[in-house]
């Protein structure tokens, strides 16, 4: 029999949902503390200590409807006892791909950062959001600090910058400023006030070049795709040719998408030759160096990116490279105005 006293502390603790009361675990502090120090306790030795163990699985790998009865998945009314929540963290652990994995080879990682996992912890456990100083005093510092690091490795006097879901977004945004910077009037009186906007980019880009202007209203078939030579870099006396093609065609160029470490090939258009380009037609130079731009930090690879602080904005990953957590992206921009 419950007291009073815990009855109501229950109730109190209880979630309410369309005036039912359902009656899980929500947890006490105490016994919610107890939860968390228990699951740090399985991370650490299922995913942290393991990571470095070539003889552990990569992944124990099952097939979806196979998976689907291993795990149970079901969102039930009732709530869960703390062993079965233990064990349901065990099960996501055990049938997970573990990234940290000396075998485990995929775009975007490169083993485990121990750092950058502490750091992460340390923001999953504070929960911020970088909207405000108000609430985020010292991470809206980091963030400027980090920010301000990036754009000296490329080489503007100044510039702004912002953190993104994806270099994909970061693209998109780009693409958005750019059009911004030339049809201002965009902001007001949308797509119906603008000429015909055609943008270029290597058919080695990211397809993400070609999703931002479907996204934007653009039409993929305004998105000129300039060949590429065997290694998979742009040539620029074909983009010299595109846009004077779209230019006769009565269209509106106003956007270059370079990349500085493409997809499958890992190549890096040379951006000098296309910068000139640009100035020439007077286009917004973006690079898209969400994988390669980290070879900024190496003394014997930078010089892929010679030329990268000609560009108006530049799209770079630390989550790549770097070996930040996914996801870090940021989208940096030379006129900060
Ligand atoms: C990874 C990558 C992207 C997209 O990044 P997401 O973070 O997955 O959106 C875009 N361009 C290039 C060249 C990339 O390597």
Redesign the pocket.
């Known amino acids: 029999e419950m007291n009073n006293q815990q009855e109501k502390s229950q109730r109190k603790n209880a979630i309410l949902v369309d005036g039912v009361i359902l009656n899980g675990p929500v947890a006490d502090s105490r016994s919610g503390e107890k939860f968390v120090e228990e699951v740090s306790k399985i991370i650490m030795e299922e995913v942290i200590k393991k990571a470095a163990d070539a003889t552990e699985k990569v992944c124990e790998w099952q097939p979806p409807e196979k998976l689907r009865t291993l795990l149970d998945l079901e969102l039930k009314d009732t709530g869960e006892s703390h062993p079965k929540l233990l064990q349901l963290c065990q099960d996501v652990i055990q049938f997970s791909v573990k990234t940290y994995h000396p075998r485990f080879f995929n775009q975007l990682y490169a083993g485990i950062d121990y750092y950058s996992l502490a750091a992460r912890f340390i923001t999953e456990a504070l929960n911020p959001s970088v909207y405000t100083y108000e609430i985020s005093p010292v991470f809206l510092l980091v963030e400027e600090a980090v920010l301000k690091k990036m754009i000296e490795y490329i080489g503007w006097e100044g510039g702004d910058g912002i953190f993104n879901p994806?270099?994909?977004?970061s693209?998109m945004y780009a693409m958005n400023l750019a059009r911004y910077k030339y049809f201002p009037d965009i902001k007001e009186r949308g797509l119906s006030g603008i000429p015909q906007l055609v943008l270029f980019t290597s058919e080695e880009c990211?397809y993400?070049v070609k999703k931002a202007a479907s996204f934007l209203g653009i039409g993929t078939q305004n998105v000129y795709f300039i060949k590429s030579d065997d290694r998979g870099k742009m040539i620029p006396e074909e983009l010299e040719k595109q846009v004077q093609r779209a230019r006769k065609e009565g269209s509106a160029p106003f956007f270059v998408s370079a990349?500085a470490?493409?997809?499958v090939l890992g190549a890096f258009d040379p951006l000098n030759e296309i910068a000139d380009i640009c100035e020439k037609h007077n286009l917004w130079l973006h690079v898209?160096a969400?994988?390669g731009g980290s070879a900024l930090l190496s003394r014997k690879h930078r010089k892929l990116l010679h030329g990268i602080h000609r560009a108006n904005s530049v799209?770079w990953?630390p989550h790549?490279m770097l070996m930040a957590g996914i996801?870090c992206?940021a989208l940096l921009v030379k006129d900060s105005s």
């Open positions: 994806g270099g994909s977004v693209n990211h993400s990349t470490g493409t997809t898209d969400s994988w799209a990953n790549k996801q992206c």
